[in-house]
């Protein structure tokens, strides 16, 4: 296990699903953790609860992350309540599944502007504390959707693959900063998202099941953990995409 004692987490989207997992168990690696979500819920109390258990400070921010001032506001806010950021995960993100002759601009920009742009903003306001501390762990949350097209629709497969850009721009110019940037390509995981979609299927994947939160989540803690992988897509996908 990764040893994360000292270290500050901020984990967008993470009041549920993949986010909330990867926030616990960075909590359980001895992390103090904020998450972010667009909205005080009874989801984000729980997971405040649930860290504060395991003996770590826990925090939340609610904010819009598509807009560049509210994700600014969100990670002043949350160092200021626990520390300097050392770990993102920028997992913010909406699947707005759509035949396709009915997705419109407001849905391609809905799309990008959550999935996407949500990742640059928040990852542009915590560099200036991984920079200083010449330490840190980005990690973006993709999806085979970058890779295969998926089954949602070609907005959100754009906005999953400029995540994959976005990662091999970032982790170029901060190699040699103690920085690493990566990014988890999940399949179809087993969240409330997922379950929402009834045009999803688990004999869409070779192993014929819905993937798990925590297998997603321990490979968010083994990224955190190594100093020596960047640039890379890990792809936790039950053999859908092969590379």
């Not at 819920?41 to 400070?57: F, I, M, P, T, Y």
């Not at 913010?92 to 002759?101: E, M, Q, T, V, Y």
């Not at 297998?215 to 053999?239: D, F, K, P, R």
């Amino acid at each position: 296990m990764a040893e994360l004692h000292g270290k500050v987490a901020l984990v967008t989207g993470g009041t549920r699903g993949i986010g909330r997992e990867i926030a616990l168990e960075f909590a359980r690696a001895g992390a103090d953790v904020a998450i972010v979500g667009r909205k005080h819920s009874e989801d984000a109390d729980a997971v405040l609860a649930e860290v504060h258990a395991l003996g770590r400070k826990a925090h939340a921010c609610f904010a819009d992350l598509s807009n560049a001032t509210d994700a600014a506001s969100a990670v002043a806010k949350a160092s200021a309540a626990l520390g300097p950021i050392s770990l993102l995960v920028n997992n913010a993100g909406i699947n707005p599944s759509k035949p396709l002759d009915q997705i419109s601009p407001v849905d391609w920009n809905e799309a990008i502007g959550i999935n996407l742009s949500s990742a640059f903003y928040v990852t542009q306001a915590v560099l200036p504390a991984m920079r200083a501390q010449q330490w840190g762990r980005i990690i973006m949350l993709s999806s085979v959707a970058a890779q295969l097209g998926g089954v949602i629709g070609p907005h959100y497969a754009a906005s999953k693959a400029g995540l994959i850009g976005m990662m091999h721009g970032y982790a170029a110019l901060l190699a040699k900063e103690g920085i690493t940037v990566n990014a988890i390509a999940p399949a179809l995981i087993e969240t409330e998202m997922l379950k929402s979609n009834n045009r999803i299927r688990p004999d869409l994947i070779p192993i014929g099941r819905f993937g798990k939160v925590e297998e997603v989540a321990s490979i968010a803690l083994m990224l955190a953990g190594n100093g020596y992988i960047t640039g890379q897509t890990i792809n936790a996908n039950g053999g859908w995409y092969m590379s």
